[in-house]
């Protein structure tokens, strides 16, 4: 129950909720199956990253799509690669309320570091008869004034750079191109994933100096370098799938400030069968 509000013509009418309550069927209340919050659009999302979707409707979007392809979400195993930032971690929340929890590939700015035996162990999990939802992409986060490449965090006064590894690469790829710094050596074990981030940034060192908004570009530039790899370890290792398809969704993850939804950027959505070969692209 709530409010319904209306809207001039061409325009998308809203519904406040207020209360949302199940019953059985005597009648009797069973639960408050209200979200503990309700989280608004963000639109200065929109002038940054156009094309942009709330959780809400990439969710909705994403399941009528793969439902059309014969996918049972009952039988579905959505599996993630996105930054382990816990600003991340909505999207794949609100992907459990419809697929049931994720299996998880994902590392620092969101590049599938589980790689080929991570996938292989995922594949192993996914239910009889069923198939995969691969979720991959870098974040970056929008703050209350549009700017890109930072966002409000929960408990704190000031902003700070979001992705993290990833702005920290972009400096490193920049300094490298302009003769200030060598390309880093394979470091300890303690940081090898940062060190990744960056060699696999490198390529797109000219990209990003050119950039009119650096912060913009960025979570491209790591789009493609992703896709890329998210291709190998998928067309390597689909055989481990053992009668279903896989659904790659890749694109661009994006923070907001607190209380607004997150966002998603889709820039491709496509379907393989357990050859590893592509059967269709799902969305143009």
């Not at 996918?71 to 419809?98: H, W």
């Not at 992705?163 to 920290?168: D, I, L, N, T």
Request: glycine residues 10%.
């Amino acid at each position: 129950a709530g409010i319904q509000i209306n809207t001039p013509p061409e325009y998308s009418d809203y519904f406040l909720p207020l209360s949302f309550d199940l019953y059985n069927s005597k009648g009797e209340f069973v639960k408050d199956i209200m979200p503990k919050t309700i989280t608004r659009p963000f639109p200065k999302v929109l002038d940054v990253f156009p094309g942009a979707l709330t959780n809400a409707e990439l969710i909705d979007k994403v399941t009528n799509t793969i439902e059309q392809s014969g996918f049972n979400k009952d039988k579905t195993l959505v599996a993630t690669s996105l930054c382990c930032d816990e600003v991340n971690r909505p999207l794949e929340t609100d992907f459990s309320c419809v697929y049931d929890t994720n299996f998880h590939m994902g590392g620092l700015a969101g590049f599938p570091f589980g790689g080929l035996t991570s996938f292989g162990a995922m594949a192993s999990h996914i239910p009889d008869g069923g198939d995969t939802l691969v979720v991959f992409g870098p974040h970056v986060g929008v703050d209350s004034k549009g700017n890109a490449g930072t966002v409000e965090r929960r408990g704190r006064a000031n902003g700070g750079s979001c992705c993290g590894s990833a702005v920290a690469a972009s400096g490193y790829v920049a300094d490298v191109l302009n003769g200030n710094a060598k390309e880093a050596s394979l470091p300890a074990i303690v940081d090898a994933q940062q060190y990744f981030v960056g060699k696999m940034l490198l390529p797109y060192a000219k990209q990003l100096e050119k950039a009119d908004d650096k912060m913009v570009e960025l979570p491209y530039a790591l789009y493609d370098a992703q896709k890329e790899l998210m291709g190998k370890i998928v067309t390597q290792k689909a055989d481990a799938v053992a009668d279903g398809n896989v659904a790659v969704l890749g694109g661009i993850q994006i923070n907001t400030p607190e209380g607004f939804s997150d966002y998603y950027l889709p820039l491709s959505f496509d379907l393989y069968n357990n050859k590893g070969k592509l059967v269709k692209a799902l969305w143009e």
